[in-house]
């Protein structure tokens, strides 16, 4: 946990960084299961520190608001931070079947949790996207805030229609609720690799190393 991240849980809660490190943060990451989601859980989990809830596809189909609202309304304290891993990473879709997968995943999926941490009032939610939301062949320089949108493929429009939807809802919300703001951060990525699964990494390295 980062001191930035630390610290807008704790002006969230009113409480001081010093106490809130005496308490365990309660953690929920959505799409466990995947490269990015295990990778994070694992981080967590070495801060000894968290409870660390994976939400895994078989545990919640969060492209189902009512599946989302449950994984909040049954656990007895609101999360202190929401980490969405969930995504169709194909970046080259196939068909129309993958092109709805990606819609779901991609777009949908990431307003209902958004939606669903902005009622329950989580401090802070992370949303992983991607750096596909911008077109490499621009030639721009990607900077923390640069909203030079340009996705080239549908992909890229899936994910920022993803990213937009949930910068929309929290900025409504934080404009009607100034005294009582809630946080949002997107971590744009580019290809993942590590040792849960293969990965283009690996692929690249089998054939030509």
Partial sequence: MTPEALTAITERRGTSIATYKSHRLRVVVFGSNGLAGKAICRKFNELNRCEVYEIGHDACD?????????VFAKRHRTPDVVVNCIAHSTVDLKDNDDAFKSHVANAIVPF??????IQFKVPLMIHISTDYVFNSHDGIKIKEDCQAYSPSNVYGQHKLAGDLS???IYDNWNFRNE???????IVRTSSLYGPDRST???YVVDEYL
């Fill in 166 to 168: 949930l910068v929309g």
């Fill in 112 to 117: 209902n949790i958004g939606t669903a941490c």
């Fill in 62 to 70: 969060a492209a189902k608001y009512t599946d989302v609202y449950q």
């Fill in 179 to 185: 005294d009582d703001p809630l946080k949002l951060r």
């Fill in 200 to 202: 283009f990494v690996d």
